[in-house]
């Protein structure tokens, strides 16, 4: 069974940098897939990040883009987002996934199948 | 900002159909597979349709999804108490080279 599990800080002020790390347990990184972040502001909807594929390359959320860095460590089979300059607004709830590609063939994103439970990053002094 | 977007709340009493609309654009609904997902409060949302119309596993078949050019649908019928959650529509989209969600719809039973 695939489980994702959410790790960071809870708390961080405006101006720093988010970072939270998702472990991947039951599947190898490496074997393929997406591999997202997605985040849910209290009371409000889902927002899509970014992902990575295990290659290494990335996709992010144009809105996002200018402070949005995902990376993965195969080694230790987890992946990680790094949100810089946080504002109040980026209080959310943080959720890694896995996304499916589309097709055998076809590389674009497609579902998300497994999520983590999410954590609650909460931005203030 | 949503691009895809959705009544903010349906409702309906048990046993009932309920339709859920998305409305998008050529770059994403029209061009990409449209994907529904269902969300309790505190918990992580769940695969509901996929490519448009398929079902995953274990997902009963009262829910259903259908697509023409920009607007994609969610059906669920014979509407149950357990089905009251907020739902999603995504898809990707070409123009912005990004996965978007929809605005959301708190389903009711009443």
């Known amino acids: 069974q695939v489980q994702l599990q959410e790790s960071g800080p809870g708390q961080v002020k405006p101006s720093e940098t988010l970072s939270l790390t998702c472990a991947v347990s039951?599947?190898?990184?490496?074997?393929?897939?997406?591999w997202a972040w997605v985040r849910q502001p209290p009371g409000k909807g889902l927002e899509w990040i970014g992902n990575i594929y295990h290659t290494g390359s990335t996709y992010y959320n144009p809105s996002l883009k200018s402070r949005v860095t995902i990376s993965v460590d195969t080694s230790k089979n987890q992946f990680s987002l790094k949100l810089t300059s946080v504002i109040a607004a980026d209080t959310a709830v943080y959720y890694c996934?896995?996304?499916?590609?589309?097709?055998?063939?076809?590389?674009?994103?497609?579902?998300?199948?497994?999520w983590g439970q999410g954590t609650l990053i909460t931005v203030s002094s | 900002q949503s691009v895809l977007t959705q009544p903010p709340s349906a409702s309906g009493t048990p046993g009932q159909r309920v339709t859920i609309s998305c409305s998008g654009r050529?770059?994403?609904?029209?061009?990409?597979?449209v994907y529904w997902y269902q969300q309790f409060p505190g918990t992580a949302p769940k695969l509901l349709i996929h490519?448009?119309?398929l079902r995953p596993a274990g997902v009963p078949d009262r829910f259903s999804g259908s697509k023409s050019a920009t607007s994609a649908s969610l059906a669920i019928s014979g509407l149950r108490s357990d089905d009251e959650a907020d739902y999603y529509c995504?898809?990707?989209?070409?123009?912005?080279?990004?996965?978007?969600f929809g605005t959301g719809t708190k389903v009711t039973v009443l």
């Open positions: 996934a896995r996304q499916r590609r589309r097709g055998d063939v076809d590389n674009t994103p497609g579902y998300f199948d497994y």
């Open positions: 050529t770059s994403n609904i029209e061009s990409n597979y």
């Open positions: 995504a898809a990707w989209d070409d123009s912005l080279s990004a996965y978007v």
């Open positions: 039951g599947y190898s990184i490496g074997s393929g897939n997406f």
């Open positions: 490519r448009d119309n």
